[in-house]
Structures are given as structure tokens and as C-alpha cells.
């Protein structure tokens, strides 16, 4: 497994942090970053934001334009923390690629565009892709909770990105991976761990912190649908994919700040989409798990995200996750 260490703030953005009672400049998590650019299922509107649905899958993010568009911003700055790479492992002229979980079909249309000899099939409970494609990626709508039907041995490489929430048996998952891939294959699990965490040991020490009732709440959500938000803690991720069958398994895990408080002009740049992707984000992520799971009124969700925005926008937070 490989990490990075503590991440550097820089002082012209954060300022003191011993200054406990003063914020930093706090504007938006959008900081200095401009914007970017129906189903065959139902989709269901929650308190003004459209989620969907399939025979064995609620999806509890939205569906709509707003969060469509933090989907693809949070690809960019993916690629940036991965070198501007679409993939880790090292492939050798694929023929056929498999996207699950597809979202708005940015990953399968980049890898089509990189490999146009190869097949690139990009699979969704959402039919929300563009129309047009290079001529070797296409789209289906399909569960990957159900039984998978390419056959044995038909892929060379399965990408899948940003599942956590929606899946009720990980392990099934990879094991319908490896088998639908040929001797040799490769598979890519990238997942966030939901947990903010912070540089600032004020906050980092604080249990009652809001960063900590958040996470503490959508992993309830989690376990009260059966779906955990937890995947990407404790080597779930590792352990699920080894049992299924892989070797050669490699665990590489980022810190991600929110919001452009990094030294780091690689990690100020990545911080400043992902302050973007979570300005767009923050309110439709919470929706579903907290008032259609736990129950909580719209007011009260509200609220929270008030409160949780505050926090993130302050540089003096020094937020992060894990990916």
C-alpha cells in the first residue's frame, strides 16, 4: 500500500492556525476553479433533485445535470493525481474494456479515444451518456447487482470508479469481474473513503466535529440499506478483490484536500476541482441517505450541510479525504 504523508498548507491561504477563533478566506469551495463543462427507468425527484433507480438498485446520489457535472470534474482531477493516466496497470493493446458503472461515460470515452482498436463498453443503471462516441465505446443500461452476461473470458481490462453506497455485495462484484475476464486481466477499483479527515489537529481531535457526524451518519445510511459506505476503509477493497481471485493486487491510496489550501501547486490544483466537485456535490449527496434512509426532515438535512459547508470553506480546516 502506498500513502502520502501529511499535506503542507499553505500560509498565504490558511494563515495562523493557532488563531483558533479566527477563520481563513473563505469564499466558496468553487475557489479560483470556473465551471465545467431520461432513462428507460424511473427517476424519482427528492426535494428538487433527481435520483434514479433500478429493479435491484436505489442509487442515493443524484441523477440531475448539477451533480452529473461534479461526476466529470471529479475525473479531472483523478487523472491528476494519477499522472494524467485513464489506468494503473500496465496494459498491453486491450481489445476489449469494460466500464462499470459508467456515470456520464467520461472514463470509457477517454479510454476509446486512447485505445481506438479496442472495444469499450460502459455499462449504467442511468442512461444519462452522450450521444455521440467514438465509434469503438458504446453504452448499455444494465445492474452490475445482477448476473453479469458477457461470459468468462471476455475482457482484458474492467475499470469501476465511485460504487460506495450502491453496492450490496462487494465480493460478488469482483468475483463476477475476474470471471468475465481473460487469463491475464486486469481490474481498477477506485473508491472514496467518505470520512473528512483534517491536517489541523484541532479538528482532527475534535469527536463532535461536524466532518466526523457526517461520515458517521452516511454509514449508517449504509448499513441500514445494506449498501456500505465503507468499502474503501480498513483493506475491504484488497481483501474482496484477493478472494475473488486476483493477484498481484496493489493498493495506492491519495490524500485529496478540499478546497486550495495545499503547498503543493499539484495538490492545490487537485484541491481546488475537488472544492468544486464538492460545492456542486455537497446538498444532493445528502438528500436521500439522510431524509429517505434515516429519516431526517428537509430542514434539518439543511442544516447539516450549512453547517458541513461552513467548515469546508474555512482553509483553517484543513480538509481532506482518502481516495
Known sequence: MAGQGQIEFDTSVVGDLNDAGV??????????????ASSIYEYRTIHGRAYQSSNTTEYWAPKDAKHL???????????????????????????????????????????????PSAEVIGTDISAVQPSWVPPNCSFQIDDAQLDWTFGEGVFDFVHMRNLFGGISDWPTLYRQAFETLKPGGWI??????????????????????????????????GDKTGRTFKIARDGQMQKHIEEAGFVDAHHQMWKVPIGGWARDPLLKRVGQYNGLYIDLSLDGFAVFPLAQVLGWTLDEVEALVAKMRKQLEDPKSLPYYNL
Open 23 to 36: 477563520e481563513g478566506d473563505a469564499t466558496s469551495l468553487r475557489d479560483s476553479t470556473t465551471s465545467l
Open 69 to 115: 457535472e461534479g461526476n466529470d470534474i471529479a475525473h479531472h482531477y483523478t487523472l491528476m493525481l494519477m499522472n494524467n493516466k485513464l489506468y494503473a496497470p500496465p496494459l498491453k493493446d486491450p481489445k476489449k474494456i469494460l466500464d462499470v458503472g459508467t456515470g456520464t461515460g467520461i472514463w470509457a470515452i477517454d479510454m476509446a479515444d486512447e485505445f
Open 188 to 221: 481498477q477499483s477506485v473508491e472514496i473513503d467518505l470520512e473528512t479527515r483534517s491536517e489541523n489537529p484541532r479538528v482532527a481531535n475534535d469527536p463532535d466535529h461536524v466532518f466526523k457526524t457526517w461520515c458517521r451518519l452516511f454509514w449508517a445510511a
